[in-house]
């Protein structure tokens, strides 16, 4: 970049590469990147650059400069930050790389940064750099023997023919009349990643579920605390549409999955639930580890594994609750969904539980209310929940258990978070009954129709 800028002198606007230099995390990531260059690219590589490059620089930082408004409990003299291994590593890394550079030879410049700067803003793109970091692009490298200016200009060239398809294709498509529905054929497949909190995915048990759902299925990422939904749909959704077509089919399986399975799913999780901190030392011992978490109460999900039990009732729910009109389905799915929400925003910065614990309260009146099991009087409603439950929970001391949260002022000595849980569990249970009510009431009417359709 400096022999470029060297070469071109004033003949160009240079500000883009100014900003560049003062990217540190970027210039330390290229540094140890940038010779794969030369050789075979792998996105692993890359993915690892930037991890270190972020983790030195932060630590650069913490070496630099101290707090001047931190008081004695925080503060941490920078010669801390930095171990004599950080270093060491560090000077061997830069010294290899200086030795790579002169084995390297020359670079040959032609006084044109066009394309350098339009690999930069492409690899630094999310998009871009998957696209880049692609089999066909590497593979595509591979044939170019290693000559990265000429795999570069073919890629910027790839890249514009597929600006210039996709706009082709977008204006085809916002053009084009939706096909009736009962006309329409499978157009569009939307994948939403689902994290759990609560269970324990096996790829084996999710076949329960897709062979009885045709149009989403759920799919397996590897990792056991989360599932990919692949939502398909037909033509007859023109593409303004689909944005609010896959949000809304996915809010309908999720929220099916929580009730279902009586735990937590969600489009994400709360990342700092009891740290928020790398690591804490004390200056007087600095190679002990001190372990500290957030204070007070705090109760996590009991993991257990994701069964066909939970996907049958999960089934049911999406059977029973999917036809309602958004009307009626409003006051029950839009706090409970509300609910889900803030749960996944509950963490050592932001208290949500008791915003949690109120909404699915609020699904579970409005659903009792709604499916005939409540009058709307106060003083019926637990009274009215006994008789729901009494099926499933025959003991009275274990069903006045069960509604304790649901009695002002809905606090307990577990603390706010389990509040949420307990007030999610109940109405979660309520709900896969009148799911099992609902689908046992139809197929009785319609016995040609499997239960689980």
Excluded at 34 to 43: G, K, Q, T, Y
Excluded at 322 to 334: E, L, R, T, V
Aim: net charge neutral.
């Amino acid at each position: 970049m400096i022999g470029s800028r060297a070469v071109i002198g004033n003949k160009r606007d240079l500000d883009w590469m100014e900003k560049r230099f003062e990217d540190h995390v970027a210039k330390i990531q290229w540094a140890v990147w940038s010779p794969a260059l030369l050789n075979r690219i792998d996105p692993k590589d890359f993915e690892e650059a930037q991890r270190f490059a972020r983790s030195t620089h932060d630590r650069r930082l913490a070496g630099l400069y101290v707090n001047a408004n931190a008081d004695a409990t925080t503060l941490v003299a920078p010669r801390h930050a930095v171990k004599k291994e950080h270093a060491i590593s560090v000077l061997n890394l830069a010294r290899t790389r200086l030795e790579f550079e002169f084995a390297s030879g020359d670079r040959v410049l032609d006084g044109s940064d066009a394309h350098l700067k339009w690999f930069l803003d492409t690899i630094n793109d999310d998009v871009g750099q998957k696209r880049l970091l692609s089999k066909g692009f590497l593979d595509k490298y591979q044939e170019f023997s290693g000559d990265t200016r000429a795999w570069i200009i073919w890629a910027r060239q790839e890249f514009d023919k597929m600006a210039t398809d996709e706009q082709t294709h977008l204006q085809r498509e916002l053009t084009r009349v939706p096909s009736a529905p009962e006309a329409s054929k499978p157009k569009w497949t939307i994948k939403v990643r689902v994290h759990t909190a609560t269970h324990s995915i096996r790829p084996k048990v999710l076949n329960y579920w897709n062979e009885r759902v045709g149009w989403v299925k759920l799919l397996s990422t590897g990792k056991k605390t989360e599932l990919l939904l692949e939502l398909r749909f037909a033509d007859s959704i023109p593409a303004h549409n689909i944005f609010d077509a896959g949000l809304t089919g996915s809010k309908l399986c999720i929220a099916a999955l929580n009730m279902g399975s009586l735990g937590f799913f969600w489009y994400e999780l709360p990342r700092q639930g009891v740290r928020y901190f790398e690591s804490v030392r004390d200056i007087d011992a600095p190679k002990m580890d001190v372990d500290i978490a957030r204070p007070g109460p705090r109760i996590e999900w009991r993991r257990g594994a994701l069964t066909e039990k939970n996907l049958r009732h999960a089934i049911e729910c999406m059977a029973a609750f999917g036809p309602m009109s958004d009307q009626d389905a409003s006051p029950i799915f839009g706090p409970y969904l509300q609910g889900l929400t803030f749960l996944s925003k509950s963490d050592i910065h932001l208290s949500c539980e008791n915003s949690a614990r109120d909404a699915f309260i609020q699904t579970l009146r409005a659903a009792c209310r709604y499916f005939g099991d409540w009058d709307g009087r106060q003083e019926t409603f637990i009274p009215s929940l006994h008789r729901v439950f009494e099926g499933i929970v025959p003991e009275d001391e274990n069903r006045k258990l069960i509604f304790k949260i649901l009695i002002p002022p809905h606090h307990t000595a577990d603390g706010p978070y389990a509040d949420a849980l307990s007030a999610k569990r109940v109405a979660d249970l309520y709900l896969v009954l009148v799911a099992d009510r609902l689908v046992w009431e139809r197929s009785r009417q319609n016995p040609s129709t499997p239960a689980s359709s």
